[in-house]
């Protein structure tokens, strides 16, 4: 007779090879239906969003019968993570991060052992393990490992046929938003040596934007338009420090375009057709927009493609002001900290010289590590205070290696089979 394990919400039956404690594993679900998945649902009153979802009694038994043993880790490693950050400096931090290692290093184990089986190495389940992987790394401040996940995954992709062929396998959609998210992102918070996406398949990047860019939250919530502005100003980056680069007027006028092109973006007119929430994504537009244009600014003038010009400088001085003004606004709802942080940052590389806005994102950071349950917005304290102290001011200095900052709490695998 087949031994039966119950929680409140779970009765299995788990199979004979099921290597998890399945004890951790109901516990982490059920914490992670308790605690994670109630601050998440304010996410939600922004639109439908496909990763945010409960961890129903059907989904656990498919994550036991059909998922491998380092799909059903990052719940516990992802739990793990939130409740040492939510307990900041508690007596029961040690025995917390003892544990989150201890289970880290078996989702390592067990992601090793499906890349090393030729029958598994390339399959989607793979992928959706090391993107996982990378999420429970980013959030809990591992940066310089999410680029080793970053480049295996694409590494894979290539294997399998480049982004379109596998955006064709079923599930694998919001898995490749993700990639690409957390790619393009990544860039604009590393050095220009180390940029991973700029220069490659910029095609493809081009792909998920136009086959995917309209779903709900396919960037964050960032505006596809700014997003593919984004995309821009890191290869823009990266073509000025080419061993043969362009001539300089080239690249000072691409750079001009971009900026009038972030300038006339409309988050009025963008958040129009969202009507049950026009107002909140308006809001959101207007702060990626204000940051955008500020990291055109400030990374280019950094490569001396932009000019230190006091017509530039009253523009930074400009979008600075006003996306404080914003991102105070948005710190008083739930349900839009986790789409801010980045936003955050570069208001704090803008405030190298402002006193007051370097006060109000020091205050803020540590509190959205809390909020929020991951370590990223406390690494990126860290990053800006080392950075102000320096006395440099230009964008490249406050980033000695690639960091990411770009927050999801959960990635989507529930339509992988």
């Given at each position: 007779m087949t031994k039966q394990w119950a929680s409140p919400n779970f009765v299995v039956s788990p199979p004979a090879e099921l290597k998890t404690d399945l004890h951790v594993f109901i516990q982490a679900t059920e914490y992670y239906n308790a605690c994670i998945y109630p601050d998440l649902l304010h996410i939600t009153r922004l639109g439908q969003n496909s990763a945010v979802y409960q961890i129903t009694p059907p989904i656990f038994q498919m994550a036991i019968a059909a998922h491998p043993d380092h799909i059903r880790l990052v719940i516990v490693c992802m739990t793990l993570s939130h409740r040492m950050?939510?307990?900041?400096n508690g007596p029961e931090c040690h025995a917390l991060a003892r544990n989150f290692f201890h289970y880290r290093g078996q989702l390592i184990r067990s992601l090793s052992d499906d890349i090393k089986a030729e029958h598994k190495c390339m399959s989607d389940l793979v992928i959706a393990g090391i993107l996982t992987l990378l999420l429970v790394d980013s959030q809990q401040g591992a940066s310089p490992h999410y680029r080793c996940h970053l480049d295996g995954v694409r590494r894979i992709i290539m294997l399998r046929g480049g982004i379109r062929s596998l955006a064709q396998s079923t599930g694998m959609v919001p898995l490749l938003l993700f990639v690409v998210l957390t790619a393009v992102m990544g860039d604009t918070s590393s050095p220009v040596p180390n940029l991973t996406m700029a220069t490659l398949h910029l095609e493809e990047l081009d792909f998920m934007i136009e086959r995917y860019g309209d779903r709900p939250f396919a960037f964050g919530t960032c505006p596809t338009a700014l997003f593919?502005?984004?995309i821009k100003i890191n290869y823009l980056r990266v073509r000025a420090t080419k061993s043969d680069p362009e001539a300089p007027s080239v690249l000072v006028?691409?750079?001009y375009e971009i900026l009038n092109r972030i300038h006339g973006f409309s988050p009025d007119q963008?958040?129009?057709?969202?009507?049950?929430?026009?107002?909140?994504?308006a809001l959101?537009?207007?702060i990626h927009q204000a940051a955008v244009a500020?990291?055109?600014?400030?990374?280019l003038q950094s490569l001396a493609i932009l000019?230190?010009?006091s017509f530039l400088q009253h523009h930074c001085i400009a979008h600075a002001q006003l996306l404080q003004r914003l991102l105070i606004d948005a710190l008083t709802s739930h349900r839009f900290e986790r789409f801010i942080i980045w936003d955050l940052v570069v208001l704090g590389v803008a405030a190298v010289n402002d006193a007051g806005t370097r006060s109000f994102v020091r205050e803020q950071l540590p509190q959205l590590s809390r909020s929020t349950g991951t370590y990223a917005p406390l690494m990126a304290e860290t990053l800006l205070e080392r950075f102000w102290a320096s006395g440099e001011t230009h964008w490249d200095a406050c980033f000695d290696q690639p960091y990411t900052f770009?927050?999801?709490m959960s990635v989507d695998v529930s339509g992988l089979r």
């Amino acid at each position: 007779m087949t031994k039966q394990w119950a929680s409140p919400n779970f009765v299995v039956s788990p199979p004979a090879e099921l290597k998890t404690d399945l004890h951790v594993f109901i516990q982490a679900t059920e914490y992670y239906n308790a605690c994670i998945y109630p601050d998440l649902l304010h996410i939600t009153r922004l639109g439908q969003n496909s990763a945010v979802y409960q961890i129903t009694p059907p989904i656990f038994q498919m994550a036991i019968a059909a998922h491998p043993d380092h799909i059903r880790l990052v719940i516990v490693c992802m739990t793990l993570s939130h409740r040492m950050n939510r307990a900041r400096n508690g007596p029961e931090c040690h025995a917390l991060a003892r544990n989150f290692f201890h289970y880290r290093g078996q989702l390592i184990r067990s992601l090793s052992d499906d890349i090393k089986a030729e029958h598994k190495c390339m399959s989607d389940l793979v992928i959706a393990g090391i993107l996982t992987l990378l999420l429970v790394d980013s959030q809990q401040g591992a940066s310089p490992h999410y680029r080793c996940h970053l480049d295996g995954v694409r590494r894979i992709i290539m294997l399998r046929g480049g982004i379109r062929s596998l955006a064709q396998s079923t599930g694998m959609v919001p898995l490749l938003l993700f990639v690409v998210l957390t790619a393009v992102m990544g860039d604009t918070s590393s050095p220009v040596p180390n940029l991973t996406m700029a220069t490659l398949h910029l095609e493809e990047l081009d792909f998920m934007i136009e086959r995917y860019g309209d779903r709900p939250f396919a960037f964050g919530t960032c505006p596809t338009a700014l997003f593919a502005e984004i995309i821009k100003i890191n290869y823009l980056r990266v073509r000025a420090t080419k061993s043969d680069p362009e001539a300089p007027s080239v690249l000072v006028d691409d750079a001009y375009e971009i900026l009038n092109r972030i300038h006339g973006f409309s988050p009025d007119q963008w958040a129009e057709p969202k009507l049950a929430s026009h107002a909140e994504w308006a809001l959101l537009g207007n702060i990626h927009q204000a940051a955008v244009a500020l990291y055109c600014i400030l990374s280019l003038q950094s490569l001396a493609i932009l000019p230190q010009s006091s017509f530039l400088q009253h523009h930074c001085i400009a979008h600075a002001q006003l996306l404080q003004r914003l991102l105070i606004d948005a710190l008083t709802s739930h349900r839009f900290e986790r789409f801010i942080i980045w936003d955050l940052v570069v208001l704090g590389v803008a405030a190298v010289n402002d006193a007051g806005t370097r006060s109000f994102v020091r205050e803020q950071l540590p509190q959205l590590s809390r909020s929020t349950g991951t370590y990223a917005p406390l690494m990126a304290e860290t990053l800006l205070e080392r950075f102000w102290a320096s006395g440099e001011t230009h964008w490249d200095a406050c980033f000695d290696q690639p960091y990411t900052f770009a927050m999801n709490m959960s990635v989507d695998v529930s339509g992988l089979r």
